[in-house]
């Protein structure tokens, strides 16, 4: 079974442009969840999508917003690009919202100059 | 404000030793304490997991032992590799399904 794939790997973006990442879950997978890595903070809960709808979120500004599809694939959008957004943006998928394990991908890392 | 706090930052072991990293929380609202191996350039993959009710868990050489009253949780790898040599984060889920994660702790196993 393929695991998370998240597109595109690396991106290098400039300060006030905008970004669209993709995340394609484990098949069967209805539950997305992302997370912002950084070498200080460690990993931060941004959101969590489930049949659609958004169930959770964490406290990022709202220039950070995502979506998921009716195939459970998920996009997260960030606006106006600032420096501290540079960071590895990890996508996590599991059965359900209501199951333990996650799964997460490589990663896309994203460098803001 | 950090939910789970982890320690140390990092940990630099013999081959053959006894890596240990620790984890404290504040919410009592947690009910599962997973570990995530980390290795560069790759995702979090989950190492291993406890439930409150138990006070250890083993697989293999890795142990978490988990102390509910100190809301304390901590990793245990016996017999320390090279091949363990990664970023460890430990993480809590509370029952709203929200994870929360360790700032993390990168091991180093000299051989």
């Known amino acids: 079974k393929a695991g998370v794939t998240q597109t595109p790997r690396y991106l290098i973006k400039t300060r006030g442009q905008q970004v669209t990442l993709s995340c394609s879950p484990i098949?069967?997978?209805?539950?997305v969840s992302w997370y912002q890595q950084t070498p200080g903070q460690g990993l931060q809960f941004l959101f969590e999508y489930f049949s659609e709808t958004q169930r959770n979120k964490g406290n990022f500004p709202g220039r950070f917003s995502g979506r998921q599809f009716s195939n459970s694939r998920s996009e997260m959008n960030v606006s106006t690009l600032e420096l501290g957004d540079s960071a590895l943006y990890l996508c996590?998928?599991?059965?359900?919202?209501?199951?333990?394990?996650?799964?997460f991908g490589p990663g896309t890392r994203l460098t803001v100059l | 404000q950090q939910q789970v706090k982890q320690s140390p930052q990092s940990l630099i072991v013999q081959k053959g030793g006894i890596s240990i990293i620790n984890c404290a929380y504040e919410n009592t609202a947690f009910d599962y304490f997973p570990w995530y191996q980390q290795f560069p350039g790759k995702g979090p993959a989950l190492l291993i997991a406890?439930?409150?009710?138990?006070s250890e868990k083993k697989e293999g050489r890795f142990t978490i032992s988990f102390n509910k009253s100190a809301k304390q949780f901590s990793l245990h790898i016996m017999d320390s590799q090279p091949g363990d040599s990664a970023t460890y984060f430990c993480?809590?889920?509370?029952?709203?399904?929200?994870?929360?994660f360790g700032t993390g702790t990168s091991l180093t196993v000299i051989p």
């Open positions: 406890i439930r409150p009710d138990v």
């Open positions: 098949s069967g997978h209805r539950s």
């Open positions: 996590a998928s599991s059965l359900s919202p209501f199951t333990d394990t996650q799964y």
């Open positions: 993480a809590a889920l509370n029952t709203g399904n929200q994870f929360y």
